[in-house]
T-cell receptor, first 111, second 109 residues
């Protein structure tokens, strides 16, 4: 099925650990982005990419890194996890003239 | 900065009633507007996409209208069913996404 695939679905980290949230899309979309969703704050943009090799910061980039080596993949790295990064993370993709397609999310808890 | 407001924040109706969900935005220079559905603990499922040049879109029991000049969009759901219970998000795209806080709908059997 065409769409955006996120792994893992759930993750518990200890403070200070690092990890990578995976995102892959099979729709040949140029634009991909990462959001976090927190109660009462809606979805906020972390990082985005307009194509392979091009990334930029969003609204809340601190503590996260991204890279885009292929059109299909856009991983999000947490460098040193903090309790404030406990959230639900969504990856999304789109292309000109289309709407956004979101992944099913990764629920991350940092203890 | 684009501000997106959804009214009401919550809605509870008996099965069979029509639903009317409102979305307003402050900057009319938008690229498109998208309505999503989010079930508890799940991702965002796209319902309807309205391009800036369009006035409405329809899919089955769903109809969404767009009035750019007044900064408004309305999502109509006809003959509601318990399975329509979810949070509905209005998302405005002016080359950056702005999200409404959502309307949480409960359809009582």
């Amino acid at each position: 099925n065409a769409g955006v695939t996120q792994t893992p679905k759930f993750q518990v980290l200890k403070t200070g650990q690092s990890m990578t949230l995976q995102c892959a899309q099979d729709m040949n979309h140029e634009y991909m982005s990462w959001y976090r969703q927190d109660p009462g704050m809606g979805l906020r943009l972390i990082h985005y990419s307009v194509g392979a090799g091009i990334t930029d910061q969003g609204e809340v980039p601190n503590g996260y890194n991204v890279s885009r080596s292929t059109t299909e993949d856009f991983p999000l790295r947490l460098l040193s996890a903090a309790p404030s990064q406990t959230s639900v993370y969504f990856c999304a993709s789109t292309q000109t003239g289309s709407g956004y397609t979101f992944g099913s999310g990764t629920r991350l808890t940092v203890v | 900065k684009q501000e997106v407001t959804q009214i009401p924040a919550a809605l509870s109706v008996p099965e069979g009633e029509n639903l009317v969900l409102n979305c307003s935005f402050t900057d009319s220079a938008i690229y498109n507007l998208q309505w999503f559905r989010q079930d508890p603990g799940k991702g965002l499922t796209s319902l309807l996409l309205i391009q800036s040049s369009q006035r409405e879109q329809t899919s089955g029991r769903l109809n969404a209208s767009l009035d750019k000049s007044s900064g408004r969009s309305t999502l109509y759901i006809a003959a509601s069913q318990p399975g329509d219970s979810a949070t509905y998000l209005c998302v405005v795209n002016d080359y950056k996404l702005s999200f409404g806080a959502g309307t949480t709908v409960t359809v009582r059997a």
